[in-house]
């Protein structure tokens, strides 16, 4: 059986169960903007060649939004993939990018919007995030920032 090269255990980073809050910035999805809890919920699978991930929010005492990701390398490209699934109901997305030290960002390309979703994991038993989307891949909008505690 093939062994997980090191760009597939440095998934492993993602791993584990992650609470915080996350602040919602106004936007097309949300015009008010709110605060909100997550907790995502990621286990090493797949024999150590991807990461599984579920991802909960909730907002004044009732769930807003949930999301499935399944990370794993591209060895041709060399880039870190993140196959996600939400409740929006859009079918699936694809994520791509790379490490930079110890902040992964990714990328995603639609036939409106470029999304760029970044986490910062260089603190142990913390990461923070940004979501962001834009038009024209100069101007950047701020969608949702967020700080999450390792839990187990």
Same mark, same amino acid.
């Given at each position: 059986?093939?062994?997980?090269?090191? #760009?597939? #255990?440095?998934? #492993?980073?993602?791993?584990?169960? =992650?609470? &915080? &809050? #996350?602040?919602?910035? !106004?936007?097309?999805?949300? !015009?008010?903007?709110?605060?909100?809890?997550?907790?995502?919920?990621?286990? *090493?699978?797949?024999? %150590?060649? %991807? *990461?599984?991930?579920? $991802?909960?929010?909730?907002?004044?005492?009732?769930?807003?939004?949930?999301?499935?990701?399944? $990370?794993?390398?591209?060895?041709?490209?060399?880039?870190?993939?993140?196959? =996600?699934?939400?409740?929006?109901?859009?079918?699936?997305?694809?994520?791509? &990018?790379? =490490?930079?030290?110890?902040?992964?960002?990714?990328?995603?390309?639609?036939? /409106?919007?470029? =999304?760029?979703?970044?986490?910062?994991?260089?603190?142990?038993?913390? *990461?923070?995030?940004? /979501?962001?989307?834009?038009?024209? &891949?100069?101007?950047?909008?701020?969608?949702?920032?967020?700080?999450?505690?390792?839990?187990?």
């Amino acid at each position: 059986m093939p062994k997980p090269t090191a #760009e597939y #255990e440095r998934l #492993e980073k993602l791993a584990g169960i =992650w609470t &915080g &809050g #996350e602040t919602l910035h !106004p936007s097309p999805w949300d !015009p008010k903007g709110r605060v909100a809890r997550a907790t995502t919920r990621a286990r *090493v699978a797949l024999a %150590g060649f %991807g *990461v599984v991930a579920n $991802y909960e929010q909730t907002s004044d005492g009732q769930r807003s939004f949930e999301g499935h990701g399944v $990370y794993t390398w591209d060895a041709k490209a060399g880039e870190v993939v993140l196959h =996600w699934f939400d409740s929006m109901g859009m079918g699936v997305d694809e994520f791509r &990018g790379v =490490w930079e030290g110890d902040r992964l960002r990714l990328e995603r390309r639609n036939a /409106m919007e470029l =999304w760029r979703m970044s986490s910062d994991r260089s603190k142990p038993g913390r *990461v923070t995030s940004r /979501m962001e989307a834009s038009q024209d &891949g100069k101007s950047w909008t701020v969608m949702f920032d967020g700080s999450y505690a390792r839990e187990d």
